[in-house]
Protein backbone atom coordinates (compact mmCIF):
# COMPACT_ATOMS: atom_id res chain seq x y z
CA UNK A 1 0.00 0.00 0.00
CA UNK A 2 1.41 3.01 -0.93
CA UNK A 3 1.63 6.33 1.78
CA UNK A 4 -1.02 8.19 -0.07
CA UNK A 5 -3.42 5.26 -0.39
CA UNK A 6 -3.10 4.74 3.28
CA UNK A 7 -3.38 8.25 3.98
CA UNK A 8 -6.67 8.43 1.94
CA UNK A 9 -8.01 5.24 3.21
CA UNK A 10 -7.28 6.70 6.70
CA UNK A 11 -9.24 10.33 6.27
CA UNK A 12 -12.16 8.57 4.61
CA UNK A 13 -12.50 5.86 7.74
CA UNK A 14 -11.99 8.81 10.34
CA UNK A 15 -14.33 10.75 8.41
CA UNK A 16 -16.96 7.80 7.85
CA UNK A 17 -16.66 7.67 11.59
CA UNK A 18 -17.24 10.84 12.57
CA UNK A 19 -20.49 11.17 10.78
CA UNK A 20 -21.41 7.48 11.78
CA UNK A 21 -21.58 8.75 15.63
CA UNK A 22 -22.10 12.27 15.67
CA UNK A 23 -24.03 13.35 12.66
CA UNK A 24 -26.26 10.40 11.72
CA UNK A 25 -27.90 9.08 14.90
CA UNK A 26 -29.56 12.25 14.43
CA UNK A 27 -31.59 10.34 11.52
CA UNK A 28 -31.88 7.20 12.49
CA UNK A 29 -34.55 5.31 11.49
CA UNK A 30 -35.84 2.13 13.25
CA UNK A 31 -33.07 3.24 15.66
CA UNK A 32 -30.54 2.30 13.06
CA UNK A 33 -28.01 4.29 11.05
CA UNK A 34 -26.13 4.36 7.73
CA UNK A 35 -22.81 2.43 7.95
CA UNK A 36 -20.12 4.69 6.56
CA UNK A 37 -17.42 2.68 7.12
CA UNK A 38 -18.77 0.09 5.26
CA UNK A 39 -19.25 2.33 2.19
CA UNK A 40 -15.82 2.92 2.55
CA UNK A 41 -15.04 -0.76 2.89
CA UNK A 42 -16.35 -1.82 -0.18
CA UNK A 43 -15.58 1.18 -2.15
CA UNK A 44 -11.82 0.60 -1.36
CA UNK A 45 -12.90 -3.34 -2.47
CA UNK A 46 -14.57 -2.83 -5.39
CA UNK A 47 -10.78 -0.78 -6.77
CA UNK A 48 -7.98 -2.03 -4.86
CA UNK A 49 -9.75 -5.66 -3.91
CA UNK A 50 -9.52 -8.16 -1.54
CA UNK A 51 -6.34 -8.10 0.50
CA UNK A 52 -6.67 -3.86 0.70
CA UNK A 53 -10.28 -3.64 1.67
CA UNK A 54 -9.48 -6.29 4.17
CA UNK A 55 -6.85 -4.19 6.10
CA UNK A 56 -9.46 -0.92 5.61
CA UNK A 57 -12.64 -3.23 6.98
CA UNK A 58 -10.21 -4.47 10.08
CA UNK A 59 -9.13 -0.83 10.87
CA UNK A 60 -12.44 0.51 10.61
CA UNK A 61 -14.01 -1.74 12.30
CA UNK A 62 -11.45 -1.56 14.92
CA UNK A 63 -12.40 1.76 15.22
CA UNK A 64 -16.27 1.36 15.23
CA UNK A 65 -15.64 -1.15 18.20
CA UNK A 66 -13.94 1.27 19.87
CA UNK A 67 -15.50 4.28 19.68
CA UNK A 68 -18.22 5.74 21.57
CA UNK A 69 -20.97 5.15 22.47
CA UNK A 70 -19.97 1.62 21.63
CA UNK A 71 -22.30 -1.02 23.95
CA UNK A 72 -21.23 -4.20 22.46
CA UNK A 73 -17.89 -6.62 22.76
CA UNK A 74 -14.96 -5.22 20.68
CA UNK A 75 -13.91 -7.02 17.89
CA UNK A 76 -17.84 -7.71 16.39
CA UNK A 77 -17.22 -5.23 14.28
CA UNK A 78 -13.95 -5.59 13.04
CA UNK A 79 -14.50 -9.13 12.30
CA UNK A 80 -17.44 -8.17 9.84
CA UNK A 81 -16.03 -4.88 7.86
CA UNK A 82 -12.73 -7.65 7.21
CA UNK A 83 -15.20 -10.33 6.41
CA UNK A 84 -17.00 -7.41 4.04
CA UNK A 85 -13.63 -6.67 2.60
CA UNK A 86 -12.86 -9.68 1.40
CA UNK A 87 -16.38 -10.74 -0.27
CA UNK A 88 -16.58 -7.37 -1.69
CA UNK A 89 -13.46 -7.58 -3.08
CA UNK A 90 -13.96 -10.68 -4.73
CA UNK A 91 -16.34 -8.67 -6.78
CA UNK A 92 -13.76 -6.50 -8.38
CA UNK A 93 -12.79 -6.62 -11.67
CA UNK A 94 -10.89 -5.19 -14.04
CA UNK A 95 -12.97 -2.93 -15.84
CA UNK A 96 -15.16 -0.25 -14.43
CA UNK A 97 -18.10 -2.22 -12.19
CA UNK A 98 -21.86 -0.96 -13.67
CA UNK A 99 -23.98 0.61 -11.33
CA UNK A 100 -26.11 -2.36 -10.77
CA UNK A 101 -22.63 -4.23 -9.66
CA UNK A 102 -22.04 -1.48 -7.03
CA UNK A 103 -25.28 -1.58 -5.50
CA UNK A 104 -25.96 -5.29 -5.62
CA UNK A 105 -22.46 -5.42 -3.94
CA UNK A 106 -23.65 -2.77 -1.30
CA UNK A 107 -26.67 -4.42 -0.81
CA UNK A 108 -24.77 -7.36 -0.23
CA UNK A 109 -21.65 -6.33 1.72
CA UNK A 110 -24.36 -4.67 4.22
CA UNK A 111 -26.51 -7.79 4.52
CA UNK A 112 -23.30 -9.93 4.80
CA UNK A 113 -21.68 -7.42 7.55
CA UNK A 114 -24.81 -6.58 9.84
CA UNK A 115 -25.73 -9.87 10.06
CA UNK A 116 -22.39 -11.15 11.18
CA UNK A 117 -22.56 -8.72 13.37
CA UNK A 118 -26.05 -9.76 14.71
CA UNK A 119 -24.33 -13.64 14.72
CA UNK A 120 -21.50 -12.75 16.87
CA UNK A 121 -23.94 -11.07 19.30
CA UNK A 122 -25.75 -14.04 19.89
CA UNK A 123 -22.94 -16.41 20.03
CA UNK A 124 -21.26 -14.44 22.82
CA UNK A 125 -24.59 -13.19 24.50
CA UNK A 126 -23.83 -9.63 23.57
CA UNK A 127 -27.38 -8.93 22.26
CA UNK A 128 -29.93 -5.78 23.23
CA UNK A 129 -32.67 -6.91 20.58
CA UNK A 130 -34.47 -10.10 20.20
CA UNK A 131 -34.02 -12.20 16.84
CA UNK A 132 -37.24 -11.21 15.76
CA UNK A 133 -36.38 -7.50 15.67
CA UNK A 134 -32.59 -8.71 14.05
CA UNK A 135 -34.23 -8.29 10.84
CA UNK A 136 -35.78 -5.41 10.74
CA UNK A 137 -32.34 -3.57 11.68
CA UNK A 138 -30.82 -5.97 8.71
CA UNK A 139 -33.79 -4.70 6.27
CA UNK A 140 -33.11 -0.62 7.61
CA UNK A 141 -29.29 -1.00 7.46
CA UNK A 142 -29.29 -2.71 3.73
CA UNK A 143 -31.99 0.19 3.06
CA UNK A 144 -29.56 3.05 4.37
CA UNK A 145 -26.62 1.61 3.03
CA UNK A 146 -28.17 1.63 -0.57
CA UNK A 147 -29.35 4.46 -0.24
CA UNK A 148 -26.19 6.56 0.52
CA UNK A 149 -24.38 4.60 -2.07
CA UNK A 150 -24.61 7.15 -4.87
CA UNK A 151 -23.42 9.99 -2.73
CA UNK A 152 -20.91 8.28 -0.87
CA UNK A 153 -19.46 5.43 -3.73
CA UNK A 154 -18.39 7.30 -6.19
CA UNK A 155 -16.18 10.26 -4.61
CA UNK A 156 -14.68 7.15 -2.94
CA UNK A 157 -13.49 5.19 -5.67
CA UNK A 158 -12.32 7.73 -7.98
CA UNK A 159 -10.00 8.77 -4.92
CA UNK A 160 -8.85 4.94 -4.65
CA UNK A 161 -8.59 4.31 -8.51
CA UNK A 162 -6.29 8.04 -8.44
CA UNK A 163 -4.17 6.82 -5.66
CA UNK A 164 -3.36 3.49 -7.84
CA UNK A 165 0.46 3.15 -8.70
CA UNK A 166 1.11 3.00 -12.25
CA UNK A 167 1.43 -0.62 -13.83
CA UNK A 168 4.56 -2.05 -14.94
CA UNK A 169 4.33 -3.90 -18.01
Known amino acids: MTT ?18 SLFPHVAWQG ?8 VVVAGALTRGPQFAMVVGFAAGALIDLA ?11 LALTV ?3 VAGRVRSESS ?11 ASSF ?17 VGVG ?12 DV ?17 EPARVT
Open 4 to 21: ARSLAAAAAVLLALLLQV
Open 32 to 39: VVPNLALL
Open 68 to 78: PPADHVAGRWA
Open 84 to 86: VGY
Open 97 to 107: PTATTVVGTVA
Open 112 to 128: VGTSLFAITGLLVGDLS
Open 133 to 144: ELLLVIGVAVLW
Open 147 to 163: VLTPFVLPPLMGLFRRL
